[in-house]
């Protein structure tokens, strides 16, 4: 069945530093979704990227999908300590459920 | 506009006892998900129902039941609790299947001792 990674599991990150998480998924996607969970949180909906290739930025996080819908990277610069907490990202291929990857749990060092 | 909302937030449960996890929705959304959450983990699907009347397993469905009792509520049920089962549990609906944003509930905290 379809699978989504991601790498990796935990990032320990100094704040102001820049740091990026990688998401790779077994099959080619329709679209792919980024999710956040503060500690203690649920997870909120981020940001969809459906085209080929496309970029999507949101103040300091950058989302992109790969050319060929199959990975997908969210680059967060100056890293705050309110960017503590999981980044998951979700998958669907055409006709299968939306399938969550493992998360990336970021920390930040003040 | 509540969103999703679960009951209870938290529940302490002894191996064997049975409860009904409830969610409820005021989106007008077709499809409802029951994930579990284990510590340090990600999110795995249970059940899930992509419209009124319908309902499918996801990845862990074992010791679960769900009911879509109408398009507003999708109830997850453990018939015999186990202490496998302790982890958070989240409910979460999305407007035309999986495709589209998911929108999820504050969690359900369940301990089996």
């Known amino acids: 069945g379809q699978q989504v990674m991601q790498i990796p599991q935990y990032q320990h990150v100094q704040e102001g530093e820049d740091f990026t998480t990688y998401c790779n998924s077994s099959?080619?996607?329709?679209?792919i979704q980024w999710y956040k969970q503060r500690p203690g949180g649920h997870p909120v909906f981020l940001i969809q990227?459906?085209?080929?290739?496309e970029v999507k930025k949101q103040k300091r996080l950058t989302f992109q999908f790969g050319e060929a819908k199959k990975n997908s990277s969210l680059h967060i610069t100056a890293t705050q300590t309110t960017d503590v907490g999981t980044y998951f990202c979700?998958?669907?291929?055409?006709?299968?459920?939306?399938?969550f990857g493992g998360g990336t749990r970021v920390l930040v060092k003040p | 506009n509540a969103g999703v909302t679960q009951t209870p937030k938290f529940q302490v449960l002894k191996t064997g006892q049975s409860m009904t996890l409830q969610c409820a929705q005021d989106?007008?959304?077709?499809?409802m998900y029951w994930y579990r959450q284990d510590p340090g983990m990600g999110l795995r699907l249970i059940y899930y129902?992509?419209?009124?009347?319908?309902?499918d397993k996801g990845e862990v469905p074992n010791g679960y039941n769900v009911s879509r009792l109408n398009k507003r509520e999708f109830s997850l049920r453990l018939e015999s609790a186990a202490p496998s089962q302790t982890s958070v549990y989240f409910c979460?609906?999305?407007?035309?299947?999986?495709?589209?944003?998911?929108?999820f509930g504050p969690g359900t905290r369940l301990t089996v001792l």
């Open positions: 979460a609906s999305s407007g035309r299947g999986g495709s589209d944003t998911q929108y």
């Open positions: 099959t080619t996607l329709s679209n």
């Open positions: 989106m007008n959304h077709n499809s």
């Open positions: 990227l459906v085209k080929s290739g």
């Open positions: 979700a998958g669907r291929a055409a006709g299968n459920k939306l399938t």
């Open positions: 129902s992509a419209s009124e009347g319908t309902t």
